[in-house]
């Protein structure tokens, strides 16, 4: 695809994958989000470029096996989790809990955005890691991508120090939530890939 052919989504297009999207409520932050998920999907997939159709039917990991979860449905149940994780904790500590929540949902909707980078497809259609992503994993290109479309270092942490990558880092209360949530269902994943292998 040539830069003229991409096609350009903006916040109501991104939003019909993440619908959280539309719940961070600075407007300049959420058209950012979505300038850096546009760019993702127009230039990944070893530079094809994805189609919706096409991220939606991403599996969620490429580690977990055959299970009935996708990528996207990963990355909306992982932002759900996280509000609903700062709404117990903002109740439950009784010292005051400073949860940035436009920087929590900003950040877990672009933890994994480096993904469509990471990933290409075989000859026969199969999603694979590609050489690329081997080489640079999706939390460096995740950074990146964000880097150039002006987000807060606040959420590029995030995006950083998500995975097992920000292990030897103090993370930020929003990037431990995200981490959390994003391993529970991961390790539960993980879990029903192998008991389905088992069958
Ligand atoms: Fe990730």
Redesign the pocket.
């Known amino acids: 695809m040539t830069t003229t052919e991409r096609p350009k989504y903006g916040v109501t297009q991104i939003a019909q994958l993440f619908p959280s999207l539309k719940r961070i409520k600075d407007k300049s932050l959420r058209e950012k989000v979505a300038a850096v998920w546009n760019e993702a999907i127009t230039t990944g997939c070893g530079g094809k470029g994805w189609t919706f159709d096409q991220l939606r039917a991403v599996k969620f990991t490429l580690l977990a096996g055959d299970i009935e979860m996708t990528f996207v449905e990963h990355l909306n149940s992982c932002v759900r989790q996280c509000i609903a994780i700062a709404d117990v904790l903002e109740k439950s500590f009784r010292c005051d809990i400073p949860i940035q929540r436009d920087y929590l949902i900003a950040g877990g909707l672009l ?2 955005v480096g ?1 469509p980078l990471e990933f290409d497809k075989d000859k026969s259609g199969k999603v694979i890691q590609g050489t690329f992503g081997q080489q640079v994993r ?2 460096f290109t995740g950074v990146a991508l964000a880097y150039k479309h002006g987000i807060p270092g606040e959420v590029m942490h995030i995006i950083a120090t ?2 097992h990558e920000g292990d030897k880092v103090e993370r930020s209360i929003e990037s431990i939530i995200f981490h959390h949530a ?1 391993f529970v269902d991961f390790d539960i994943a993980k879990l029903l890939g192998k008991r389905a292998g088992k069958k």
């Open positions: 933890a994994d993904k999706h939390p998500h995975s994003d």
